[in-house]
């Protein structure tokens, strides 16, 4: 049977690792939503974007970090709903999920801040 420290320290270095790879995701999602944003459409680019900020939603808050998934499900949210329609994704679809998708970043930046 495993000893609780080592659990533990199993447990930290997911948690530290999931941190860690945070920058790089978000980076990763802020070039997707550019894309997404010159093409006007979400095609491809939109539909990784969604599920890139889908894939965070859901494992947030395994790692503690309940904010985090929230904010990303807001936003993951908006994005649905131009995946499925089709809908242009024009200046006005922009402005409405930039609340979202603020808060989301923001979210971001503090774990990052708290390392």
């Known amino acids: 049977m495993p ?3 080592n659990v533990q320290d199993k447990l ?7 941190r860690s790879q945070l920058p790089q995701r978000l980076d990763e999602i802020e070039i997707l939503w550019q894309s ?5 459409k979400m095609e491809r680019d939109g539909k990784e974007l ?17 904010d985090l ?10 994005l649905k709903v131009y995946c499925e329609s089709g809908k242009a994704f024009d ?15 923001a979210s971001i930046k503090k774990i990052e801040s708290e390392e």
């Open 50 to 66: 969604y599920r890139l900020v889908h894939s965070i939603a859901g494992s947030g808050a395994s790692f503690g970090f309940s």
């Open 3 to 5: 000893d609780k420290q």
């Open 36 to 40: 997404v944003c010159d093409q006007g």
């Open 91 to 105: 200046k006005l679809a922009q402005d409405q999920l930039e609340g979202a998708r603020s808060l989301f970043y």
């Open 12 to 18: 930290k270095a997911l948690l530290d690792s999931y």
């Open 69 to 78: 998934s929230k904010t990303a499900k807001e936003f993951e949210m908006g």
